[in-house]
C-alpha cells in the first residue's frame, strides 16, 4: 500500500505564489509518475500537471509558464511551485501517484486533497 500526504495549501491574493508538496510512503518498489489534479465544485477533477520519474513533464494549458512541477526521487517527494496565481486557479488539489509496491502491479493512488483559495 502507497500513502500520499499532501502539504501547502491555503488562501492567497490573486497574483501571489503557493508550494505544493506531496510525500509518497509505504512499500513503494517503483515509482513511475507523479502529478497534481484539481476540481472545483460542480466540475470534474483535471490534470494540472505530471512529472515521470524520469523527468518527463506534462501541463494543463491554464497553468503553462505559471506553475512548476518538480520531483526528489530520493524522498518520493512531488512539489507543485505555483506562481502569478488567479481566482480561477482556487480548487481542491490532489496529488497522484502511479507507483508498484514490492507485492503488486502499478496502481493509481491519490491523496486526500488539499484547498487552495485565491482571493483577494
Known amino acids: 500500500q502507497v500513502q500520499l500526504v499532501e502539504s501547502g495549501g491555503g488562501l492567497v491574493q490573486p497574483g501571489g505564489s503557493l508550494r505544493l508538496s506531496c510525500a509518497a510512503s509505504?512499500?513503494?518498489?517503483?515509482?513511475?509518475?507523479m502529478g497534481w489534479y484539481r476540481q472545483s465544485p460542480g466540475k470534474q477533477r483535471d490534470l494540472v500537471a505530471s512529472?515521470?520519474?524520469?523527468?518527463?513533464?506534462n501541463y494543463a494549458d491554464s497553468v503553462k509558464g505559471r506553475f512548476t512541477i518538480s520531483i526528489d526521487i530520493a524522498k518520493n517527494t512531488v512539489y507543485l511551485q505555483m506562481n502569478s496565481l488567479k481566482p480561477e486557479d482556487t480548487a481542491v488539489y490532489f496529488c497522484?501517484?502511479?507507483?508498484?509496491?514490492?507485492?503488486?502491479?502499478?496502481?493509481?493512488?491519490w491523496g486526500q486533497g488539499t484547498q487552495v483559495t485565491v482571493s483577494s
Open positions: 512529472i515521470s520519474s524520469g523527468g518527463s513533464l
Open positions: 497522484k501517484a502511479l507507483a508498484a509496491t514490492m507485492t503488486g502491479p502499478p496502481y493509481a493512488y
Open positions: 509505504g512499500s513503494i518498489a517503483r515509482l513511475y509518475t
